[in-house]
C-alpha cells in the first residue's frame, strides 16, 4: 500500500511539472515567432521627469534584433543592433557606430528600466527553468494559473527564481516577479489591455516596475505587430544601422 501511495505521489508531482512546463511554454509561444516586425511607444517614468519614445523593432528569433527611434526628434535615427551576444548603437549626432563593452551590459538602455544586457540575454523560460503550478488565482480580471520556475543547475541565468501568473483560457502572461539568488523581489513586469493583432489575442501595454527605486517605471505599449514578418539574417547588419527607417 505505502508503495502504491508513493508511486501516486510521485506520479501527480510530474504530471503537475510537465502541466506548469507546458503552460509556461504555450504563453512563451504566444508572444514569440520565427521572426516579426513591430512599432511601439515607450515612456520611462521617474520621480522628477518622463519621456516617451517611438519605435519600430525587427527581430529574428531569437539571436537578431534591430530596434529604429522614430521619435523625439533628438533620438530620432538612433539604432540599437543585436548579433546573438553583442549589442551595436547608431548615433545619427554623431555618425559614429559604438559596440557596447561588456562593462556596460548592465547599464540602462536608453535611460529605461531595461539594460544593454535584457537585449541580448539567451535564456529561455521553458528550457532553462523547472516549473511547479503552485495554485490558481484570479489576477486583473483573469483568472490565472501561479507558477514557480526555478533555475536548473547548468542554467547561466541571473534570476533565482521567477513567479508567473498565466491567465487560463488565452494563456496571456498577466504579470511575472523576478527574484534575485538571495530570494529578493528585484522587479515586476506586468502586462494589459488584451487586443487581437496579426490574429493573436495578446496583451498590448506593458510596465517593468524595479522594486529598489521608487517613482520608477518603464512602459511600453505596442501599436502594432506582425508575426513571421519577412526578414533576412543580412537586414541585421552595421552597414543596415545607417540606412534603415
Known amino acids: 500500500m505505502k508503495e502504491i501511495i508513493s508511486f501516486l505521489i510521485i506520479f501527480i508531482s510530474f504530471s503537475f511539472a510537465q502541466d506548469a512546463k507546458e503552460i509556461v511554454k504555450k504563453a512563451d509561444e504566444l508572444m514569440r515567432s520565427k521572426s516579426s516586425y513591430s512599432e511601439m511607444t515607450m515612456t520611462i517614468v521617474k520621480p522628477?521627469?518622463?519621456?516617451?519614445?517611438?519605435?519600430?523593432?525587427?527581430?529574428?528569433?531569437?539571436?537578431?534584433?534591430?530596434?529604429?527611434i522614430t521619435s523625439p526628434a533628438r533620438d530620432k535615427g538612433t539604432v540599437t543592433l543585436k548579433r546573438k551576444n553583442e549589442v551595436w548603437n547608431w548615433l545619427p549626432s554623431a555618425q559614429k557606430v559604438i559596440k557596447i563593452p561588456p562593462s556596460m551590459m548592465l547599464q540602462s538602455w536608453m535611460g529605461s528600466d531595461f539594460t544593454n544586457d535584457d537585449l541580448v540575454r539567451q535564456s529561455?523560460?521553458?528550457?532553462?527553468?523547472?516549473?511547479?503550478?503552485?495554485?490558481?488565482?484570479?489576477?486583473?480580471?483573469?483568472?490565472?494559473?501561479?507558477?514557480?520556475?526555478?533555475?536548473?543547475?547548468?542554467?547561466?541565468?541571473?534570476?533565482?527564481?521567477?513567479?508567473?501568473?498565466?491567465?487560463?483560457?488565452?494563456?496571456?502572461?498577466?504579470?511575472?516577479?523576478?527574484?534575485?539568488?538571495?530570494?529578493?523581489?528585484?522587479?515586476?513586469?506586468?502586462?494589459?489591455?488584451?487586443?487581437?493583432?496579426?490574429?493573436?489575442?495578446?496583451?498590448?501595454?506593458?510596465?517593468?516596475?524595479?522594486?529598489?527605486?521608487?517613482?520608477?517605471?518603464?512602459?511600453?505599449?505596442?501599436?502594432?505587430?506582425?508575426?513571421?514578418?519577412?526578414?533576412?539574417?543580412?537586414?541585421?547588419?552595421?552597414?543596415?544601422?545607417?540606412?534603415?527607417?
Open 48 to 68: 522628477d521627469w518622463s519621456r516617451t519614445m517611438s519605435m519600430k523593432i525587427w527581430a529574428l528569433e531569437p539571436d537578431y534584433a534591430l530596434i529604429y
Open 124 to 245: 529561455s523560460i521553458v528550457e532553462d527553468y523547472n516549473h511547479s503550478l503552485l495554485g490558481e488565482e484570479k489576477l486583473n480580471g483573469y483568472q490565472s494559473y501561479k507558477i514557480e520556475m526555478i533555475p536548473k543547475p547548468e542554467a547561466g541565468v541571473v534570476w533565482g527564481k521567477i513567479l508567473a501568473w498565466i491567465s487560463k483560457e488565452k494563456f496571456l502572461q498577466i504579470k511575472a516577479d523576478y527574484y534575485d539568488e538571495d530570494g529578493y523581489l528585484v522587479k515586476t513586469f506586468t502586462g494589459s489591455e488584451e487586443r487581437k493583432m496579426d490574429g493573436r489575442n495578446i496583451l498590448t501595454h506593458w510596465e517593468m516596475t524595479p522594486v529598489d527605486k521608487p517613482g520608477n517605471k518603464t512602459m511600453m505599449e505596442y501599436s502594432n505587430i506582425e508575426f513571421n514578418f519577412k526578414v533576412d539574417q543580412s537586414f541585421f547588419s552595421e552597414q543596415n544601422m545607417k540606412r534603415v527607417r
